[in-house]
């Protein structure tokens, strides 16, 4: 009997550690801008909802970084999917400018480099796995 109570005790921390929520990172890293005025403006998205618009994106983290220091360190992710849409905002003015046309005017970017055709990429495209320490290099796209 005692042997058990033992054995109970030892291992009964164990399994909490193992219960515990595992967390990841992700390192992400802008190419392809044409210059370092303004800022990268991203949100990293779990689910479709909103995508890819951040301003009407709740559900989205959204972030910034600098165009001079183009890259963005996130940590304590709950392992998972994720995708992200990204613009140059190279005026500073928090949107993405366009053309008369609906042309996007400054940079745009999406996880996995999807292709851009007649709009933005659908959210199947742009998801990605993120498990312990994940990296997504992003090229910025201009049209204008």
């Excluded at 140059?88 to 400054?106: V, Y």
Aim: positive net charge; contains cysteine.
């Amino acid at each position: 009997m005692q042997k058990r109570v033992l054995i109970s005790a030892v291992c009964l921390p164990l399994l909490g550690a193992a219960a515990a929520p595992q967390q990841a990172s992700l390192h992400l890293t802008f190419e392809g801008l044409r210059s370092q005025k303004g800022s990268i403006r991203l949100c990293l998205w779990r689910d479709p909802a909103g995508y890819p618009d951040c301003t009407r994106g709740t559900g989205a983290t959204k972030e910034s970084v600098p165009a001079a220091n183009p890259v963005l360190d996130i940590t304590g992710l709950p392992p998972g999917d994720y995708a992200v849409s990204a613009i140059h905002d190279e005026n500073d003015n928090k949107k993405l400018d366009k053309s008369f046309i609906g042309m996007p005017t400054e940079g745009v970017a999406f996880s996995n480099n999807a292709k851009i055709a007649f709009g933005p990429p659908k959210f199947e495209k742009v998801r990605f796995h993120v498990d312990g320490e994940t990296t997504q290099t992003m090229r910025m796209r201009y049209f204008l």
